[in-house]
């Protein structure tokens, strides 16, 4: 068995890091046939930012530049060429890139072989992406280590994860002995001293003034006593703010005339040196200020070492430190800290018996016994990856959807029709409507209610017919825009303003909820034919395109409408085979915006025809969009802000619009109805995942509080603002993914008839 695993790692000087090389030899310690190389290797995160690269050991075979996306890409595709049988990933926010390190997400979803991953941080009270990011290393996960009771109650109750897939393995703690004869009682700082110790990086978080503030106290009664902070400040501690709290430190032990009983170790210590710190002491202190400490290595460690702690009652110290095996103050309570450790150091008695419980206690989670844990859930998980292997499973992983939900475009819809744009999430009144998102909110509550049949969906559907209706004119065309108080600020609309109405009116007439409102969208569309030989841009001749060829899926005879789409497509076509050459395939000499609409109305009007040529030409354009959009599964749509020319061939990453984004997820759902080609219901449920953070950025542009859509992705995150376009976007796109879902359980139905005939 080889195992993959994903973490900081020494000389990175980080907890988690020694944790995992403690685990590595834990597990590999546990194979006696194999050597550590044999049985793993790590893919280390390394946070250096220029100067020196940090030199690891050899079991360290791929370094993932903490900030580095492509990186991230790299390891995924390195671990699954590789031929490791697991993965375990080690998880704390901060050693990850990204929003509260939402790199993680699209890195593990790329892994092949089944994960395990360990949650050192699991709170109780998690933001929007904090809480998204743990259940996305939930859903790719295997099984989901915690250390702690405590874990598995938050889990459960916050984050709705399955009892079954948690396992509880307590933190690790050194196969050592303190030695008889301990040189750390003969330093002279410490000789013949009452030592009060803390170890670990050194941070305000700590609440380490707590312990010198009791000192005053202490010491009056014990004036032997010192107190040892053994460790380096945090790296990411001095690097913004240097020494300044081990200053604080200082100040406040002069202050509290007890600097004679401060000992600073500033140094980084290793197992075994620190075992015969933690042996030396007469009582360890953990002053965490706050309860919300779900694990503490350095906890772990002195319970294991034998030593007396006294100890805050943060979740995994109450744990731990039960039964006799310490004793507890309150937070930020110097006065009762003083109080229990003059109790401890004048009853030798009593201090002795909680250090032999603690010391047996620790001996039953060193780290040999932790890694004969640990591979017993990796054999599990192996042993259920290769159960579900014998299976087919979707390709649209509907679990990674939220509810369906149309509270926002409710909130954003008033009796006139869907306000234009938000301020934040707040209905921007002042930018009145346009018929734009009417037409296409139209499309999604016919959508919507197709799905669901809610009483919601089917309210706001007369809504937005009446504003459509309300800005139509006699020579066929609309207006697009209307004010608040329900001025016209428009004489006329644009072809896409056109197109996406005559789009909307077309599938009102396929997918009516009943008879009249059938009828009045073929009436309005059939008043709307006049302006079809007018249209001259590309976008609205697509957008009209579409809402023919919904139309005729109603009303196939009907001569005029079949006449005016075929001059439709000739002019599409024809702009096609102006601007396309041998590495050029596409329909103008740059890509803007909605670029997935022109292929998308081929694809249409190829169903519609039955015409090959269509397919060809869609086909084409679909992969030259494909190639210039997609980085290793992710799409990164064409960005507004300089958009992409064909003679300067660079493409702007940035402003990344939700339309882009929508009519890609269209453009290969449609595909694969024409084609039958399952590639594309793949490419499409990837493109959705834009939306809820598989992007450049790994940051949700779809907020599942508000239920509504940010305005595009930028370069510096998600432009808070939530207009109806984004939103609806969003809608079509998730409302076009659940319809998928239905051709993608018959084709697992055909793929498990094959597997039937051929065993």
């Keep these: ?177 303190v030695p008889e004869n301990n040189p750390v009682r003969e330093l002279p700082a410490l000789k013949g001293k009452k030592i009060l110790l803390t170890f670990g990086l050194i941070s305000r978080g700590k609440g380490l003034e707590t312990v010198i503030k009791a000192l005053p106290a202490i010491t009056k009664e014990h004036p032997e006593a010192v107190y040892v902070i053994l460790g380096n400040t945090h790296p990411g501690i001095l690097k913004h703010s240097g020494e300044e709290y081990r200053d604080y430190l200082k100040d406040l032990a002069e202050e509290l005339n007890v600097s004679d009983h401060l000992v600073f170790i500033k140094r980084y210590v290793e197992e075994a040196e620190l075992i015969q710190y933690l042996g030396a002491a007469d009582i360890y202190v953990t002053p965490y200020p706050n309860e919300a400490q779900i694990t503490s290595g350095t906890l772990s460690y002195a319970v294991g070492a034998g030593a007396a702690v006294v100890s805050t009652p943060y979740w995994h110290a109450k744990e731990l430190l039960d039964n006799n095996r310490g004793a507890y103050f309150g937070f930020k309570d110097e006065v009762g800290l003083a109080n229990v450790v003059n109790d401890l150091l004048s009853k030798p008695d009593k201090l002795k018996q909680i250090k032999q419980n603690a010391y047996n206690y620790g001996k039953q989670i060193r780290w040999p016994k932790i890694g004969k844990a640990f591979i017993k859930v990796i054999k599990k998980s192996i042993e259920e990856a290769v159960e579900h292997d014998a299976s087919v499973f979707p390709i649209i992983d509907r679990s990674a959807l939220p509810d369906l939900s149309l509270n926002y475009i409710k909130r954003m819809t008033d009796d006139t029709g869907i306000f234009q744009h938000a301020k934040y999430g707040i209905p921007n009144r002042n930018e009145g409507y346009c018929i734009d998102d009417n037409s296409r909110a139209l499309i999604t509550a016919l959508m919507a209610y197709k799905e669901t049949a809610s009483i919601e969906s089917l309210e706001m559907i007369p809504v937005y017919m009446s504003y459509i209706h309300h800005m139509h004119l006699e020579n066929g065309n609309f207006r697009n825009f209307l004010s608040f108080d329900r001025r016209f600020l428009d004489e006329e609309g644009s072809d896409d303003s056109f197109g996406r109405t005559i789009w909307s009116l077309g599938f009102l007439v396929n997918n009516a909820p009943n008879k009249h409102y059938a009828d009045f969208g073929r009436q309005l569309f059939q008043d709307s034919i006049q302006h079809f030989s007018k249209l001259t841009h590309i976008r609205g001749i697509a957008n009209t395109i579409i809402g023919i060829t919904y139309f005729l899926r109603s009303c196939p005879g009907d001569e005029r409408v079949n006449s005016e789409l075929n001059n439709l497509i000739n002019k599409l076509v024809a702009s096609y085979q102006s601007a396309s050459d041998s590495n050029w395939h596409w329909f103008e000499n740059h890509l803007t915006y909605d670029n997935g609409i022109l292929p998308l109305a081929l694809y249409h009007a190829a169903e519609i025809t039955e015409d090959d040529q269509l397919v060809t030409i869609a086909d084409e354009a679909l992969k030259h969009l494909e190639n210039l959009t997609f980085t290793s599964g992710t799409i990164n749509p064409v960005g507004n802000n300089g958009w992409y020319f064909k003679d300067t061939n660079k493409m702007a990453l940035y402003d990344q619009q939700a339309i882009d984004v929508m009519a890609m997820v269209l453009m290969y759902y449609q595909a694969f109805i024409v084609t039958k080609e399952s590639k594309h219901l793949e490419t499409m449920f990837n493109c959705h995942l834009w939306f809820l953070g598989q992007n450049s950025l790994q940051l949700p542009i779809y907020d599942s509080e508000s239920k509504g859509c940010g305005d595009g992705l930028q370069s510096n995150g998600v432009n808070k603002n939530q207009g109806a376009e984004s939103t609806l976007a969003y809608l079509l796109s998730h409302l076009t993914v659940i319809k998928a879902i239905e051709y993608d359980q018959k084709l697992i139905g055909t793929m498990k008839e094959k597997v039937l005939m051929y065993q």
């Excluded at 194999?34 to 220029?50: H, K, R």
């Excluded at 598995?152 to 984050?159: G, N």
């Design 1 to 177: 068995m080889k195992i993959a695993y994903i973490s900081t790692y020494p000389p990175r000087q980080c907890g988690i890091a020694t944790f995992n090389q403690n685990l590595v030899k834990a597990i590999s310690g546990n194979f006696q046939n194999q050597t550590l190389e044999d049985s793993s290797y790590v893919i280390a995160l390394n946070n250096i930012e220029g100067g020196e690269e940090l030199v690891y050991p050899p079991e360290v075979k791929f370094v993932v530049g903490q900030n580095v996306n492509e990186d991230y890409i790299k390891a995924a595709n390195y671990i699954n060429s590789s031929d490791v049988d697991a993965c375990i990933l080690q998880h704390e926010f901060g050693i990850y890139a990204g929003d509260n390190g939402i790199f993680v997400w699209p890195f593990i979803n790329r892994i092949k072989v089944p994960i395990i991953s360990i949650l050192h941080t699991i709170l109780d009270d998690p933001s929007f992406i904090q809480k998204y990011i743990i259940k996305k290393i939930v859903k790719v996960s295997s099984k989901i280590v915690v250390m702690s009771k405590k874990g598995v109650s938050i889990l459960t109750e916050v984050y709705n994860v399955p009892r079954h897939k948690i396992q509880i393995i307590e933190h690790g703690v050194p196969d050592l002995e």
